[in-house]
């Protein structure tokens, strides 16, 4: 499948955001990664913690390893109990709120059958003998709407729903007709660019070292991370078992005035965030050759925002760490992307790691 001109590939790119992949349950965006890095990797497998391992060896023994990070897993819920009328009560997995997704179609991954249900508020049409729509109205309550005031809508029975295998603890995505790719100018938005977007730039890299006569001269490992939204779980678990002090994330970044970053703008390279302060070399080489490439790298100081990198160096698992950011407006929200970004992305990165 050939790349666009500006360094995506479209249908790629598509494909891993209709892939559900929540918290805990990232098959089907492992197995699309997989697939893309069995010809082009020197090692390829799937650790304990359900994170996919990429090994692209150096060509100078000795030379430090360096891991680089982009998770699999997607902002999504957790069924808390099944109702008697057949109405799903939901808890989020990672940090947002209904209003984020908006009310609408899900997917309720059960686990026998994947089905159809609809993330629903109730009639706006009601006075205040109900009282979760009452004081969710602005012009009543004006109460911010939050996980206990929606359900998902069944059409079916507990006991129908048991035979699918749905139960608490059955994971919750938005449906597939929420994830098509929009194009807009000179930008693209979706659902789930976080950490898609980030994905898709990993395996362009891998691609790029597949093909490249420079090598990185040390060890690269890419892992493909489980649990992220909810802790950083697999990164832990990566940075505890595998060789390497420097670990790179990879991730959507914020584009807001209080951090001086615009979706137009180059590369964003945190120098700290909510979890950490990374390290002012990786930084500082990450802004010259974002800049020795014509891009224009957005120093950034974040705040509320983690990372795999910021989990693993705040638990002691990794002694340095660093984090590359795609521009991204809206983040945990309807996210968008300018086309070069992951394109401009993977350039940094090809020659972040053969420069060492």
């Keep these: ?12 790119l598509q494909e891993l955001l209709l892939a559900y992949g929540p918290c805990g349950q990232e098959d089907q965006v492992r197995e699309i990664c997989r697939r893309e890095l069995e010809p082009l990797v020197d090692e390829l497998s799937t650790d304990a913690a359900g994170n996919l391992v990429a090994l692209v060896k ?26 008697p009328d057949g109405t799903l009560r939901l808890t989020p997995l990672g940090t947002m709120y209904p209003a984020n997704f908006g009310l609408g179609p899900v997917a309720i991954l059960g686990d026998d ?91 362009l890299l891998a691609r790029r070292l597949n093909d490249a006569r420079r090598k990185p001269p040390g060890d690269v490992y890419l892992v493909f991370t489980t ?7 697999g990164a832990a678990h990566a940075c505890r078992t595998l060789p ?72 002691g698992l990794s002694p340095r760490a660093g984090l590359l950011c795609l521009p991204t407006l809206s983040t945990h929200g309807y996210e968008v992307i300018s086309r070069d970004a992951i394109a401009h992305a993977t350039d940094v990165l090809a020659e972040f790691t053969v420069e060492r």
């Design 113 to 203: 059958e994947t089905l159809c249900g609809v993330l629903a508020l109730g009639s706006e049409h009601t006075t205040q003998e109900t009282p979760h729509v009452w004081q969710t109205k602005p012009d009543q309550g004006d109460k911010a709407l939050d996980w206990p005031d929606v359900y998902v809508f069944t059409g079916l029975g507990p006991e129908q729903l048991g035979k699918a295998g749905i139960g608490p603890g059955t994971r919750v995505c938005i449906d597939r007709s929420k994830r098509e790719l929009v194009e807009i100018g000179d930008y693209l938005g979706c659902y789930f660019m976080d950490d898609r977007a980030a994905v898709l730039a990993l395996l």
């Design 244 to 315: 390497g002090d420097v670990t790179l994330a990879v991730e959507v970044g914020p584009t807001e005035a209080e951090y001086g970053t615009t979706v137009t703008g180059g590369p964003i390279v945190a120098y700290s965030d909510a979890q950490c302060v990374y390290d002012k070399g990786i930084a500082d080489r990450l802004c010259a050759v974002a800049r020795r490439l014509g891009f224009s790298p957005q120093a950034a100081v974040l705040g509320a925002f983690e990372s795999d990198a910021s989990h693993t160096k705040a638990a």
């Design 58 to 83: 150096g060509s100078r023994q000795g030379a430090p390893t360096t891991r680089i990070l982009a998770h699999l897993d997607e902002l999504s819920m957790l069924v808390k109990r099944i109702e």
């Design 227 to 233: 649990n992220e939204e909810v802790g950083g779980v």
């Design 1 to 12: 499948m050939a790349e666009l001109e500006d360094g995506y590939e479209r249908a790629l």
